[in-house]
């Protein structure tokens, strides 16, 4: 069956830290990949999206995923976190061609302290 | 409106009941999503829509779960015999589907049941 890990659940980090935040998925075609993010009171919005071409992508505020097709991994990374950074991040996956169905991970809530 | 709208923010009800949630997608979106999300974890697929009809509703968990758009816009998820398990926010989405882009989703604030 179609799944998306998420391997963290939670992640406390310092302003300045780094982050890299884990996405394994399993899928037998091929496929768009997301991830989305959740800050506090509010709703769901795409963070950023691979869909084909450079691996590495780049999103807003200065988020970036690798997509490593070998490892079936689509990693979120940020050299340098903000308290803003505090939300609940999920990566997504969906089949090309397949009717935009996506599958959600599990989610990983990341508390940045000030 | 600009978004996704959904109605009713909560919805509380007592088990057995009968329950209409609501959703208004991005005018122009042809792909319409519900998902259902438990605490602590991330957003269950339950069906979506390519116009008028369901295209996918493999993730619906039973039959007192069914989903509608009969004009290819608005669309009202209904759940009959509420069970405390419901309990739930319930996400709507909207996409602008074409074979070309990636499908991705537009959230709206999802409708929050509580089933006593």
């Known amino acids: 069956a179609q799944s998306v890990s998420q391997h963290n659940h939670h992640v406390i980090l310092s302003e300045a830290a780094s982050l890299e935040l884990g996405c394994n998925y399993s899928y037998g075609g091929t496929v768009n990949l997301f991830w989305y993010v959740q800050y506090p009171g509010q709703h769901l919005q795409l963070l950023l999206k691979y869909f084909s071409g450079d691996p590495l992508v780049k999103g807003i505020k200065g988020f970036e995923a690798e997509f490593i097709k070998s490892k079936f991994s689509f990693n979120l990374r940020k050299p340098s976190v903000q308290w803003s950074d505090t939300a609940e991040y999920f990566c997504a996956v969906n089949e090309k061609g397949g009717g935009f169905k996506t599958i959600f991970g599990a989610g990983t809530r990341l508390f940045v302290k000030a | 409106g600009a978004g996704v709208s959904q109605t009713p923010s909560n919805k509380v009800t007592e088990k057995g009941k009968y329950v209409e949630l609501r959703c208004d997608p991005i005018s122009g979106h042809t792909a319409l999503y519900w998902y259902r999300q438990s605490l602590g974890q991330g957003p269950e697929f339950l069906i979506y829509?390519?116009?008028?009809?369901?295209?996918?509703d493999s993730g619906l968990p039973n039959d007192r779960f069914f989903a509608v758009r009969p004009e290819g816009s608005v669309s009202t998820l209904k759940i009959q015999r509420t069970e405390r398990g419901d309990s739930a926010v319930y996400l709507c989405?909207?996409?602008?589907?074409?074979?070309?882009?990636?499908?991705?989703?537009?959230f709206g604030e999802g409708s929050r049941l509580t089933v006593l």
């Open positions: 989405a909207s996409s602008f589907y074409t074979d070309a882009n990636t499908g991705e989703l537009f």
């Open positions: 829509f390519q116009g008028t009809g369901a295209a996918d």
